[in-house]
């Protein structure tokens, strides 16, 4: 007769175990949220009800796992134009998005500026809201919320624009 050493009551409590991690695994992988994917920027409203599109306004706005890559150029009816891109890490949680800014770039002829380099490694944080698929923050480097909504993701900044945003397939 084999016996085993590892005795009934152990057998029976490392069954438990098991199971209750991977409910717990399961219970936090629902509640953790995905905002993965490419966005590409479709539409601009401005506070006077215009809309530009592209090409007069382009942009692009990935999420990995880990990584935000982001750029945007605009365009004016003169020729001139302005870009801002940007690269980060960052971790959203179902309460709070936190994101380590690597660099940004932004360019803006149109107000005649320089060109600025920005290499910050600095970490902010904003809360966030969810509510029945719903991911919504104040991007917490920029004055702009931040809404995604199935295949949409919307920015708004207050007084200023209104940008609409479409996952790529």
Not at 4 to 26: K, N
Not at 129 to 144: D, L, N, S, T
Request: proline share 6%; glycine share 8%; hydrophobic share 40%.
């Amino acid at each position: 007769m084999k016996r085993s050493y590892f005795p009934r009551h152990c057998r029976a409590l490392s069954g438990i175990l098991v199971v209750m991690t991977l409910l717990f695994a399961l219970s936090a992988s629902a509640q953790t949220p995905s905002i993965e994917g490419t966005y590409q920027l479709v539409s601009r409203t401005l506070p006077n009800g215009t809309v530009l599109k592209p090409p007069d306004i382009m942009g692009l706005f990935t999420f990995t796992k880990t990584h935000a890559n982001f750029n945007v150029v605009l365009k004016d009816a003169t020729g001139k134009g302005s870009s801002f891109s940007m690269a980060s890490t960052y971790k959203l949680t179902a309460t709070e998005y936190s994101e380590t800014r690597l660099f940004s770039i932004s360019t803006d002829q149109i107000g005649g500026k320089d060109v600025v380099y920005d290499l910050p490694g600095k970490t902010q944080s904003a809360p966030v809201k969810m509510a029945g698929g719903r991911i919504e923050f104040q991007h917490p480097f920029e004055p702009v919320a931040l809404v995604f909504e199935g295949n949409k993701m919307t920015a708004t900044l207050e007084g200023g624009f209104v940008d609409v945003w479409e996952k790529v397939p």
